[in-house]
């Protein structure tokens, strides 16, 4: 069975931080690259940071030296902690593999988990 499931997120002021957690199915976790994404209201979803099994990391520049990503095996479960939150990081925020998971020909997400960064 494929669980996405994303928690978190919240309302947070300029400069402020949030530590996201994203609890995925075994299927998924154990082997794959895992990666946060984000949809801004009317853009498209983005990748900003991916780990690897072996934990090597990558982001997108918007968001290096603001957030973390990390993975305990475990657990299943994959974390981004961003701190120096900017209003443009609002966003939902979703985890998948990446690429993403893909069932029956379409892509699978879970619920997201949302990002508002206002004063």
């Known amino acids: 069975q494929v669980q996405l499931v994303e928690s978190g997120g919240g309302l947070v002021q300029p400069g402020g931080s949030l530590r996201l957690s994203c609890a995925a199915s075994?299927?998924?976790?154990?082997?794959?690259?895992m990666g946060w994404y984000r949809q801004a209201p009317g853009k498209q979803r983005e990748l900003v940071a991916r780990?690897?099994?072996?934990?090597?990391?990558n982001y997108t520049d918007s968001v290096k030296g603001r957030f973390t990503i990390s993975r305990d095996n475990a657990k299943n479960t994959v974390y981004l902690q961003m701190n120096s939150l900017k209003p443009e990081d609002t966003a939902v925020y979703y985890c998948?593999?990446?690429?993403?998971?893909?069932?029956?020909?379409?892509?699978?997400w879970g619920q997201g988990t949302q990002v508002t960064v206002s004063s």
């Open positions: 998948n593999k990446d690429p993403p998971v893909r069932l029956r020909g379409y892509e699978y």
């Open positions: 075994r299927s998924i976790f154990s082997i794959y690259v």
């Open positions: 780990i690897t099994s072996a934990d090597r990391t």
